[in-house]
């Protein structure tokens, strides 16, 4: 079993539209929750951080996480063009190293 | 505000010489991160360093070395370079806190010939 699952895509939805992006992982000693954002050929780029149960909203993007399930995810509300990328989603490692672990992450393509 | 800089950002190399990838950061944070990124596989560490002075195997160290040279700057050495290693690399800073996640570098697109 891989430490962080995210389906690799792509997720294709219309422009307007929810996207929702869904990641598991295994360390259940993780606290903190992480998405990053992809453009092709650039670096990641954070654009959501999560450390309690329930929601976090942040403009356009709510992130969820339920520790019990092991599961965060992020929403996309009202998708753009520009959304499109590969989102990643990064739980630090318990401990203090501060690692993160990637998943694989999702590829978004949002046509207009 | 620089952040995270890389060098070089491209870099083509043929089988069994030796190079060394370049980060340094602006921010003063205390962890700094060396990760490749190949289709497929998504982001590997390869190695860390948690502090000034300390450094730790990743995922996948084999054939790499790094060198954290002081707080701000921490290299990634290939002694000899494979095709395997053919990939892009970033470097990554953080600060200790919890709720504090990486920076990126832009990237080194390194090709093993």
């Known amino acids: 079993q891989k430490e962080v699952e995210q389906n690799s895509g792509p997720l294709s939805v219309p422009e307007g539209a929810i996207a929702s992006l869904n990641c598991t992982y295994s360390d259940r000693g993780s606290q903190s929750f992480f998405w990053y954002r992809q453009y092709s050929g650039k670096s990641p780029e954070l654009i959501m951080f999560?450390?309690?149960?329930g929601d976090k909203e942040d403009g356009r993007f709510t992130a969820q996480l339920n520790k019990a399930s092991q599961y965060v995810s992020l929403l996309i509300r009202d998708s753009q063009p520009s959304d499109s990328a590969t989102y990643l989603c990064a739980p630090r490692a318990q401990g203090n190293t501060g690692k993160l672990i990637f998943g694989q992450g999702t590829t978004l393509q949002v046509k207009p | 505000n620089a952040g995270v800089t890389q060098t070089p950002k491209f870099q083509v190399l043929k089988t069994g010489q030796s190079m060394t990838l370049q980060c340094a950061q602006d921010?003063?944070?205390?962890?700094m991160y060396w990760y490749r990124q190949d289709p497929g596989m998504g982001l590997r560490l390869i190695y860390y360093s948690a502090s000034e002075g300390t450094t730790d195997k990743g995922e996948v160290p084999n054939g790499y070395n790094v060198s954290r040279l002081n707080k701000r700057e921490f290299s990634l050495r290939l002694e000899s370079a494979a095709p395997s290693q053919t990939s892009v690399y970033f470097c990554?800073?953080?600060?200790?806190?919890?709720?504090?996640?990486?920076?990126f570098g832009s990237g080194t697109r390194l090709t093993v010939v």
């Open positions: 999560i450390y309690s149960n």
């Open positions: 990554a800073s953080s600060a200790a806190f919890e709720s504090y996640g990486y920076t």
């Open positions: 921010m003063n944070h205390n962890s």
